[in-house]
């Protein structure tokens, strides 16, 4: 299965600030999701990150507040734009391996955001 | 819509006892299903997986079957361990829908000596 590399592992942002969370892949995939795990939460998902084109984004979540990009098909970035404590959470990506019918999800190991 | 309903936790259990955590789902077509688990301080691990009616995933002694006339893919474990203290995950996910993962709200569990 893909391997996938997320930065940073965790941060502590001042509110009103923006974080740029990065996943890297070590192959191909092609789907690459954005997820948030609140504290006790389960996890949610944020929006499909589209190679090339604008992401698909869940109900209550929006381009402004979470500016998506991925510029090919091993790279995506999150960024986490004028946070506020409400935003302290989990941040996963999760991709889909090419040729892989069985649709197996990787995770990354995650980004601890905490926002003061 | 498509959810997932998981029982609640925490689970606590002794070692060696025998581990059931329900999972039943309700989607619009023929969904894949899955278990994930987080260990304490990590991202999620795939655990098993079952891709149609009757399938049976296992891994790590753990297994759950596909039963589409119960709309239900319990996990299971006959006798658990200590490093198996965890958040349990149950989700779906379909063709045609995006192929997005729908989670429940995870199970914890504690196993204690």
């Known amino acids: 299965s893909a391997v996938i590399s997320q930065k940073p592992s965790r941060d502590i942002c001042q509110r009103g600030t923006s974080l740029t969370i990065q996943c890297q892949v070590d192959?191909?995939?092609?789907?690459m999701f954005w997820y948030r795990q609140q504290p006790g939460q389960s996890l949610t998902l944020i929006a499909t990150?589209?190679?090339?084109?604008?992401?698909?984004?869940e109900s209550g979540f929006v381009i402004d507040k979470f500016p998506i990009s991925r510029p090919n098909l091993t790279f995506s970035t999150l960024t986490v734009s004028n946070m506020s404590p409400e935003d302290s959470s989990i941040y996963l990506c999760?991709?889909?391996?090419?040729?892989?019918?069985?649709?197996?999800?990787?995770f990354g190991s995650g980004t601890r955001l905490t926002v003061v | 819509g498509n959810s997932v309903t998981q029982m609640e936790g925490p689970v606590t259990l002794s070692e060696e006892a025998f581990l059931t955590i329900n999972c039943t789902y309700t989607a619009t077509g023929y969904p894949s299903l899955f278990w994930y688990v987080q260990y304490p301080g990590e991202g999620l691990q795939l655990l098993l997986k079952?891709?149609?009616?009757?399938d049976k995933g296992s891994n790590k002694g753990f297994e759950a079957t596909y039963r589409k006339e119960t709309t239900s893919f319990h996990l299971e474990k006959g006798s658990v361990q200590v490093s198996d203290s965890a958040v349990y995950f149950c989700a779906l996910s379909l063709r045609g829908g995006g192929n997005k993962l729908t989670f429940g709200t995870g199970t914890q569990l504690k196993v204690e000596l």
């Open positions: 990150a589209n190679q090339g084109s604008e992401a698909t984004y």
């Open positions: 999760s991709v889909v391996a090419v040729g892989d019918s069985t649709l197996g999800y990787t």
């Open positions: 079952a891709t149609k009616a009757d």
């Open positions: 192959s191909q995939v092609t789907m």
